[in-house]
């Protein structure tokens, strides 16, 4: 066993993009695990550190060499190797002179298929500070980086400039070359607090220094609890509690080395303008934390985490209050300047914003949409005029100064304006509620006239675009496609709304008859959801096999097949389930290779062996059973009887001879074989269910 010691890599770099930072440091970690093993390097714990201007990673007890290892070359046989008299032929001398042996010095493979010559030898493990250079630049090179850039004259590339590397094995700095500056020991302190080198003298020592004297809080999920913990403290001194979103903690975290949390306030009259736009401006543009009272309302005060401990926090907190204020006084200004006319004023202005080159302008797109809406809204119990005239004034607010400032408040605002404007609240609902879901875990539109106008919307999109011929393809998706298909699925299945696919898309594709790619549009997109419906299940943990039975039966109905859904998945757990999905691919196979097409009703007649007679007997008796189940789509309950198959068909293929030389027996047992699956694939297809 190889002694082990520590392992410390440090880059150095300028501001690393804040958002990226989680996944760059996740990243940075796996790749040198990753390097490690595949270099037979075992070790201990991993740590990774994120900080501004820095990745690092500290591994625990690696290796401090690979572990010697034997390396065997297999010859040719030995009745090749050797004529009759026991000399070498020419085989066996080209086989050592190969290895740099003589032939004498060859061993043996003794198999039980025969003997053959074997060179071995053993090859002296490689020391871990040999291999960490190529491991850590493999590493480096692996890191998910949408855009390398360059700096200086040299020609490397990296997410940022890096200005120093750090390596070391235990107390001794490993010297190379990485990213284009030389390795040492000394990582460097705060830009402000502690710009100077700071000495690492033994990787378990990096926080603790980098902390003190350096300032520096490295470890990405410490500096985000101490910010949390301070924001709190923050809020709580005034009166109020910290409005908290995950992504724009996980931002700050990103953005600073040293945090300090500082409270500030604004003017009371900013209050007036909608809770949203002030959330906008303080979290979005400025990544400050929102403050609100017990009740819920927001209070004129925010916390900003600030990257330095300054002798004077009150000019600190004065410049963030300057800055917040013309915003905020903008947005007054937006919202009074929007308020002079009406939503329905701006309806057309939308012919002049063009939606897609072939597919017209948004107005255009908004006629499109009201017309797929009057038929869907009646199907989610929605009044189709609301439908109608939520469809219309959807888009407006696209037109208003306050979303040409805060674009991600669209249909937000639309619905302030509906509501200022005396529309019916379930036309103002249905404007912010046909962006839902935005993302995956966003809210789903609560009221029908939402869901209908949500769904027509992403239908006309899906079908327009391929009708055009527009597919996504790869990584590159411009119209979010994807996410409109996982819309609709999440809106049907998650919101109960049992309407068909097919039926959807038919509809929609009528607005596309005059495309040319209109006839294809419609079966692709149904292809395109149901794709998108696999990597739904997939999420949520459903095998791929459970889906795959389900999909066969080619069910249109999302909620229905949600249904089939969760019945296989329970129907996979049952002791019955292995020997029954066998049991159907056997009889798919024997109606493939008879090739049986008839679909006959069974003649009770013509069963001979008690077992056949036991196993039409049990199937005409749980096809009357389920029958009402499956029509009511309670499938669970339906797989649930027809596990009792399970006995009677294990008997069946036991003692019976599908393949009776008597044509007409031959085929009544067939009958009987396409019965029982047909009743099967009234639900799902069984036999796809792997052990």
Request: overall charge negative; glycine content about 8%.
């Amino acid at each position: 066993m190889t002694d082990s010691d520590d392992l410390l890599v440090e880059i150095g770099t300028e501001e690393l993009p804040p958002r990226a930072l989680p996944r760059l440091s996740e990243a940075f970690e796996e790749g040198l695990c990753a390097g490690l093993a595949a270099a037979g390097l075992v070790h201990g714990r991993a740590h990774r550190y994120a900080a501004p201007r820095r990745l690092a990673v500290w591994i625990e007890s690696v290796a401090g060499a690979q572990a010697d290892r034997t390396e065997a070359r297999r010859g040719p046989a030995l009745a090749a190797a050797f004529d009759p008299d026991g000399r070498p032929t020419s085989a066996a001398q080209g086989f050592a002179r190969a290895c740099g042996v003589r032939v004498e010095d060859l061993g043996r493979l003794e198999t039980d298929k025969g003997t053959w010559l074997q060179f071995s030898r053993t090859v002296r493990g490689r020391r871990t500070v040999d291999l960490l250079p190529e491991i850590v630049r493999t590493a480096l090179a692996g890191l998910p980086i949408a855009r390398r850039m360059r700096w200086g004259e040299g020609r490397v590339e990296f997410v940022r400039p890096v200005h120093w590397a750090l390596l070391l094995f235990g107390e001794a700095c490993v010297e190379t070359e990485l990213l284009g500056v030389h390795t040492g020991r000394h990582s460097h302190g705060h830009r402000f607090h502690h710009p100077g080198p700071v000495a690492v003298q033994h990787p378990g020592d990096y926080a603790r220094v980098l902390r003190e004297p350096g300032r520096v809080l490295a470890d990405f999920t410490v500096r985000r609890d101490a910010i949390r913990v301070g924001v709190d403290t923050a809020a709580a001194a005034l009166g109020g509690r910290a409005l908290w979103d995950e992504a724009l903690l996980d931002e700050v975290t990103a953005l600073v080395e040293w945090p300090v949390p500082l409270a500030g306030g604004f003017e009371r009259r900013f209050l007036d303008l909608p809770r949203e736009v002030l959330i906008a401006t303080l979290q979005i543009h400025q990544r400050y934390f929102a403050v609100e009272d017990a009740d819920g309302a927001l209070l004129p005060n925010f916390v900003t985490v600030s990257n330095i401990e300054s002798r004077d926090p009150a000019q600190v907190i004065a410049g963030n209050e300057r800055v917040i204020r013309p915003r905020l006084a903008d947005a007054a200004f937006f919202r009074e300047q929007d308020r002079r006319e009406p939503l329905a004023a701006r309806r057309e202005g939308l012919r002049a914003m063009v939606f897609q080159e072939r597919l017209g302008s948004l107005h255009d797109k908004s006629e499109r949409v009201a017309r797929l809406v009057t038929e869907i809204a009646p199907r989610v119990g929605s009044d189709p005029a609301l439908a109608v005239r939520a469809a219309q004034l959807g888009q407006c607010d696209l037109l208003t100064r306050m979303v040409g400032e805060f674009p991600e408040l669209q249909g937000v605002m639309g619905r302030h304006y509906a509501r200022l404007d005396g529309e019916p609240e379930a036309v103002a609902a249905a404007i912010e509620e046909q962006y839902q879901p935005r993302h995956a875990g966003d809210a789903l539109p609560q009221s029908p006239a939402g869901a209908a106008l949500a769904l027509a919307e992403r239908l006309d999109t899906l079908v327009g675009i391929f009708a055009v011929g527009l597919r996504p393809g790869g990584d590159k998706d411009p119209f979010a496609l994807r996410r409109a298909a996982i819309g609709i699925l999440r809106i049907l299945i998650e919101g109960g709304r049992d309407l068909d696919l097919q039926w959807l898309l038919d509809r929609a594709g009528a607005a596309y008859r005059d495309f040319p790619r209109a006839a294809d549009a419609v079966p692709e997109v149904l292809e395109f959801i149901l794709e998108r419906l696999r990597a739904y299940y997939l999420e949520r943990g459903i095998a791929p096999d459970v889906f795959d039975a389900v999909l066969v039966c080619r069910p249109t109905r999302p909620v229905d097949f949600d249904r089939r859904v969760r019945a296989v998945a329970h129907f996979r757990g049952l002791p019955e389930a292995a020997s029954l999905s066998a049991a159907n691919k056997r009889l798919r196979n024997i109606l493939r290779q008879a090739g049986y097409r008839s679909g006959a009703a069974v003649d009770p007649g013509r069963l001979q062996a008690p077992e056949e007679h036991a196993l039409y007997e049990e199937f005409e008796k749980l096809r009357v059973e389920v029958r009402p189940w499956i029509e009511a789509g309670e499938y669970t309950q339906a797989l649930a009887a027809l596990a009792g198959l399970k006995d009677p068909v294990d008997r069946f293929f036991d003692a019976v001879m599908v393949m009776a030389e008597d044509e007409g027996l031959r085929a009544n047992r067939l009958a009987l074989l396409h019965a029982i699956g047909a009743l099967f694939l009234r639900i799902a297809d069984v036999s796809r269910l792997q052990g």
